[in-house]
């Protein structure tokens, strides 16, 4: 079975400061792993995704992650923070491959940014 | 190409009423996944369909609440008898091909039970 964890529910960094949002997964399968974000009322938009190939993957509006298979983690980054970043990040796992894949959501992690 | 699209956008019902929300993927998707978003809380899987076939339902209660997704037509979430507890925003998604790309996302219904 596949799960994943985002440490802390709530990060509030300022404006220009670096992001760090921090996601561990579980998996028996090699992963697909994914960032998502929900502005309020909004559906979920995809930031980046990890399939295979390079471990360091970046995303829209500046935002990367890197794939660390030793610390089962996927950390997402950006280095320096924009107002409009504030909102709600989630990280994702899926066993990519399987014939019955579905995307395991971690809890969210809101992200606020101090002027 | 229009996104997935989620009807109703916002749906009031009264207890023991019956909820339906649809979904229509993006066009030439054919998987179709629900969740279920509680106040402050993720997003939980609820059931995953293929065209008239339902592939994974592992995250659906076990009662009073059932998904399709016919040949035609858009996927369906119903929930009878809806109770308080069943207030969430549920959304969508859909993927042409499984695992291999990402899924995208409608903007969810938001259901209220009074």
């Known amino acids: 079975a596949q799960s994943v964890t985002q440490l802390g529910s709530h990060v509030s960094v300022s404006e220009g400061a670096l992001v760090l949002l921090r996601c561990n997964y579980s998996s028996s399968v090699p992963p697909y792993l994914f960032w998502y974000v929900q502005y309020p009322n909004q559906g979920l938009q995809l930031l980046l995704k990890?399939?295979?190939?390079?471990?360091l993957v970046k995303g829209i509006n500046g935002f990367e992650a890197e794939f660390k298979k030793s610390e089962t983690s996927f950390h997402l980054t950006k280095p320096s923070a924009h107002m409009s970043d504030a909102a709600e990040y989630f990280c994702?796992?899926?066993?990519?491959?399987?014939?019955?894949?579905?995307?395991?959501f971690g809890s969210g992690t809101r992200l606020s940014i101090r002027p | 190409n229009a996104g997935v699209m989620q009807n109703p956008r916002h749906l009031v019902r009264r207890r023991g009423q019956e909820a339906r929300l649809r979904c229509s993927p993006m066009k030439g998707h054919s998987h179709v996944y629900w969740y279920r978003q509680l106040p402050e809380e993720g997003l939980k899987f609820m059931v995953y369909?293929?065209?008239?076939?339902?592939?994974?339902e592992s995250g659906m209660p076990k009662e009073r609440f059932s998904a399709e997704f016919p040949k035609e037509g858009p996927s369906i979430l119903r929930i009878q008898q809806v109770v308080r507890g069943d207030s969430a925003a549920y959304f969508c998604?859909?993927?042409?091909?499984?695992?291999?790309?990402?899924?995208?996302f409608g903007q969810g219904t938001r259901l209220t039970v009074v």
């Open positions: 994702a796992v899926s066993d990519g491959g399987s014939s019955a894949s579905k995307i395991i």
């Open positions: 990890y399939t295979t190939g390079a471990t």
């Open positions: 369909l293929q065209k008239e076939n339902i592939i994974d």
């Open positions: 998604a859909s993927s042409p091909l499984v695992g291999d790309t990402e899924a995208f």
